[in-house]
């Protein structure tokens, strides 16, 4: 089955760096655009970035633009967030998602914490 599983979240002192990365099966990642979201506390899940199958594409939120970076590694079936530059305001759960044959799929998600 579809499975999504992030890790390296953790606490970080503002404008620090951090990488996520999510590590994905059961299904054939090296054709599917993936995405990075996120959740404050008190505060709706929002889109952060994302990147097309072969990541030759890659787009973001203009909260994360010119300090964050999208990217795979297909061979490894891995999806990373490279976040740096941080602020308070990115502290959220972060989350790997995919859409396949009409369905969504997330995974558990990782805790960051921006804070001195």
């Known amino acids: 089955q579809v499975q999504l599983v992030e890790s390296g979240g953790g606490l970080v002192q503002p404008g620090g760096s951090l990488r996520l990365s999510c590590a994905a099966s059961?299904?054939?990642?090296?054709?599917?655009?993936m995405r990075w979201y996120r959740q404050a506390p008190g505060a709706e899940r929002e889109w952060v970035a994302l990147i097309r199958s072969d990541g030759g594409s890659t787009n973001y939120a203009d909260s994360v633009k010119g300090r964050f970076t999208i990217s795979r590694d297909n061979a490894k079936n891995t999806l990373y967030l490279q976040m740096n530059d941080l602020k308070r305001e990115d502290t959220a759960v972060y989350y790997c998602?995919?859409?396949?044959?009409?369905?969504?799929?997330w995974g558990q998600g990782t805790q960051v914490t921006v804070s001195s």
């Open positions: 059961g299904f054939t990642f090296s054709l599917m655009t």
């Open positions: 998602r995919t859409f396949i044959a009409s369905t969504v799929y």
